[in-house]
Each structure stands twice: as structure tokens, then as C-alpha cells.
């Protein structure tokens, strides 16, 4: 069980440092409300990430990954909501560049309130997540053992490191805070960040 647990850590590692939509979220946050968002936003991406163990636990992903229907439908939903994002981002830009300086206060009070839906629903939105899920978790499962109890335990294990990660980036984040937040710096994240998202929207829901 252990060399299990070790290869799972192992592979889940690379899995939760390459960059994606959740470490863009988590640190546009930052850049947009501080530590403060971006702790609200990490904590929604962990309790997407939450779901998506229990779904798979429970079935519910190897149902999605079996419906065609439902896993398209699902990938255009969350594509269109990156899309959102990334257009809400690039508007962000040219308010800014139209106004020399974007009011701080109004996007400030925006993602205080709603870092966790935006971490949230990223994650949630995400088929592939819970398709990952459904094909890695199993194959790590030792003979003999719970698949039930085995499963839940690895996907704490895949949480753990995800919160890990967040926590990193917060911290890193934090330290250069005050220049991430220069209307100069916001405007070029926010541009860079609203390309990335529709991008990664674009290609989730080209991809099959």
C-alpha cells in the first residue's frame, strides 16, 4: 500500500504543477484581492477537487466518461465559462487602458466576493478532472484492498498536494503583491490571463 501511496504522490505531483486553469484562477486572484482571494479561490478549487474524488468513488465519473452526451455537454459548459473569464479579463484591460487606471475598488470587491465561486467552478466545470480521476485512481489500488476506501484515500492524497501547491502560490504571490497590483502590472495579468482562459476554453472543448 505504501509503494501505492508513494507512486500515486509521485505522478499526482507532475499533474498539479503543470499549469492550468486552476493555478491561473488561483493566481489572478491574487494579482486582483491579495492573499485574501486567492486563499477564498484555492479553497474553491480544493472543494471542486472534493467532489470530483467523491464522484468518482461513487461512479459517477465512469458514467460521464461513458456519455458521450453528457461529458460534451459538460465540457462546452465549462469552456464557455473560461471563455467568460478570459473576455471579462480582456475587458478589464481596456477599461483600464481607456481610464489610464482602472478603479481598484469595484474588481477588488468583485473577486472578494466571488473567489470561490470562480475556483469553484473552474474545477467543477472541468470534465477532465473527474475523467482523471476515474482512470488514474484504479490503477493505483493494490490487490486485496478497498477500492471504496483505497480511491478516497488517494484522492486525499491528490487534494493535499493541490492545497500544498495553492499554498505556494499564495505565498509567492504574496511577496511581490504590492507590484502585482500596479495598474501597469494588473492590466498586463489581466491581459495575459484573459488570453490564456479562452484558450484553455478553446481547447477544452476541441479537444475530445
Request: glycine share 14%; charged share 10%.
Amino acid at each position: 500500500m505504501l509503494v501505492a501511496l508513494l507512486s500515486f504522490a509521485a505522478a499526482s505531483a507532475v499533474l498539479v504543477i503543470v499549469p492550468g486553469p486552476d493555478t491561473l484562477v488561483v493566481v489572478r486572484g491574487v494579482a486582483q484581492g491579495g492573499r485574501g482571494t486567492g486563499l477564498r479561490t484555492s479553497l474553491g478549487v480544493l472543494s471542486g477537487l472534493v467532489i470530483w474524488v467523491l464522484a468518482a468513488v461513487l461512479g459517477l465519473s465512469a458514467m460521464l466518461k461513458a456519455s458521450e452526451y453528457g461529458y460534451t455537454a459538460l465540457k462546452v459548459v465549462g469552456a464557455a465559462y473560461l471563455i467568460y473569464m478570459g473576455v471579462q479579463s480582456l475587458r478589464a484591460v481596456i477599461r483600464g487602458t481607456a481610464l489610464g487606471e482602472r478603479p481598484a475598488a469595484p474588481m477588488e470587491t468583485s473577486w472578494r466576493t466571488g473567489g470561490f465561486a470562480a475556483g469553484f467552478l473552474t474545477d467543477l466545470l472541468n470534465p477532465k478532472i473527474g475523467v482523471l480521476f476515474v482512470s488514474l485512481l484504479p490503477g493505483f489500488v493494490p490487490s486485496g484492498y478497498s477500492v471504496t476506501w483505497t480511491t478516497l484515500a488517494l484522492g486525499g492524497v491528490y487534494i493535499a498536494l493541490t492545497a500544498v501547491y495553492c499554498g505556494v502560490l499564495i505565498a509567492a504571490a504574496g511577496t511581490v503583491t504590492r507590484w502585482m497590483r500596479t495598474p501597469r502590472t494588473r492590466r498586463m495579468l489581466d491581459g495575459v490571463a484573459g488570453v490564456a482562459l479562452i484558450g484553455f476554453g478553446a481547447k477544452l472543448v476541441t479537444e475530445r
